[in-house]
């Protein structure tokens, strides 16, 4: 998998694509939402690698980090990597635990 579709399976997700959404609304269409390599260096995570990828809310003067992702490169697997407690979680487990679809801005 190559960087660029592993940033097409990023926004692909439900999450993402809401989130877009909400960002351009709640800004009049002066923000966006996007992902950016938070490291260009590749993660190796229980023996696979990933892309360090990151959900942001871009704007003319900021850009601020909502979530960051590690994206397998064999696989297309979709890790989130919790900045807060350094944790690795399934997709399911942080849908269950973040409830990522009830979020309004960056760490809510």
Same mark, same amino acid.
């Given at each position: 998998?190559?960087?660029?579709?592993?940033?097409?399976?990023?926004?692909?997700?439900?999450?993402?694509?809401?989130?877009?959404?909400?960002?351009?609304?709640?800004?009049?269409?002066?923000?966006?939402?996007?992902?950016?390599?938070?490291?260009?260096?590749?993660?190796?995570? +229980? =023996?696979?690698?990933?892309?360090?990828?990151?959900?942001?809310?871009?704007?003319?003067?900021? /850009? @601020?980090?909502? %979530?960051?992702?590690?994206?397998?490169?064999? +696989? =297309?697997?979709?890790?989130?990597?919790?900045?807060?407690?350094?944790?690795?979680?399934?997709? /399911? @487990?942080?849908? %269950?635990?973040?409830?990522?679809?009830?979020?309004? =801005?960056?760490?809510?």
């Amino acid at each position: 998998m190559s960087r660029e579709q592993a940033v097409a399976t990023l926004m692909a997700l439900p999450e993402l694509q809401a989130w877009s959404k909400q960002i351009e609304k709640a800004s009049g269409g002066k923000a966006h939402g996007a992902i950016i390599e938070y490291d260009n260096q590749l993660r190796e995570h +229980d =023996g696979k690698r990933y892309y360090q990828l990151s959900f942001i809310e871009n704007s003319d003067d900021t /850009a @601020q980090r909502w %979530e960051s992702f590690l994206v397998s490169l064999t +696989d =297309g697997d979709i890790l989130v990597d919790d900045d807060i407690d350094g944790t690795v979680l399934s997709l /399911a @487990q942080w849908r %269950e635990t973040k409830k990522p679809l009830q979020r309004s =801005g960056p760490g809510t």
